[in-house]
């Protein structure tokens, strides 16, 4: 069963940064799609950024040039890296993980931090 632990959520003012960490059980390469979601209160999950097995990123327009998706192969890590964050960044962040074909695809997801920024 792979289990995905994510880090670095908490309590920031506005402007400030916060960097939250993703790391897998197994090799991320065995993914081929790994993403940042986020849920604000009262609303629906949105994924904010991704990155797939060929190294390419995408971000909601929201947080384009605020934020940073990353890998780290040797530690079986993806990390989003966010800046400037605003107070509308508010919400719980889940790290998620998809492997298979565009037949089947499975889910993996993690437990969730909390990231809450003041005005």
């Known amino acids: 069963q792979v289990q995905l632990v994510e880090s670095g959520g908490g309590l920031v003012q506005a402007g400030g940064s916060l960097r939250l960490s993703c790391a897998a059980s197994?090799?991320?390469?065995?993914?081929?799609?790994l993403g940042w979601y986020r849920q604000a209160p009262g609303k629906q999950r949105e994924l904010v950024s991704s990155?797939?097995?060929?190294?390419?990123?995408n971000y909601v327009d929201s947080v384009k040039g605020r934020f940073t998706i990353s890998r780290d192969s040797a530690k079986n890590t993806v990390t989003l890296q966010m800046n400037s964050l605003k107070p509308e960044d508010t919400g719980v962040y889940y790290c998620?993980?998809?492997?298979?074909?565009?037949?089947?695809?499975?889910?993996?997801w993690g437990q969730g931090t909390q990231v809450t920024v003041s005005s």
């Open positions: 998620n993980a998809k492997s298979g074909s565009s037949v089947y695809t499975t889910d993996y």
């Open positions: 197994r090799s991320i390469f065995s993914f081929n799609f």
């Open positions: 990155i797939n097995s060929g190294g390419s990123t």
